[in-house]
């Protein structure tokens, strides 16, 4: 079983990303999937979740309205895209899914 993340980086704040989390070894249709982030310092914290099928999502409340979370259950791919990036959304951005944790890909936000 093995998530891999992709697509962080460094970003000015009003800026976007699209980060992607592969899966493997698991039926990726039957599960809900999520993407957490850990700031330095702080705990870890859920960002966005979507059901198995895609029809139901959670947003954080400071990220509604910028993120975006959707799912390709033919390619075993969640996505979260970002929109209007602020500093304080600098953290680590891990996928989790079937109670497996990605390694995680670095967001940074910052002029």
């Known amino acids: 079983v093995q998530l891999v993340e992709s697509g962080g980086g460094l970003v000015q704040p009003g800026g976007s990303l699209r980060l992607s989390c592969e899966a493997s070894?698991?039926?990726?249709?039957?599960?809900?999937m999520s993407w957490y982030r850990q700031a330095p310092g702080k705990g870890r914290e859920l960002v966005a979740q979507?059901?198995?099928?895609?029809?139901?999502?959670y947003y954080l409340d400071s990220v509604k309205g910028r993120f975006t979370i959707s799912r390709d259950n033919a390619k075993n791919t969640v996505l979260l895209q970002m929109y209007d990036l602020k500093s304080e959304d600098t953290a680590v951005y891990y996928c989790?899914?079937?109670?497996?944790w990605g390694q995680g890909t670095q967001v940074t936000v910052s002029s």
């Open positions: 070894g698991f039926t990726f249709s039957s599960h809900f």
């Open positions: 989790k899914g079937a109670g497996v």
């Open positions: 979507v059901s198995s099928g895609g029809g139901n999502t």
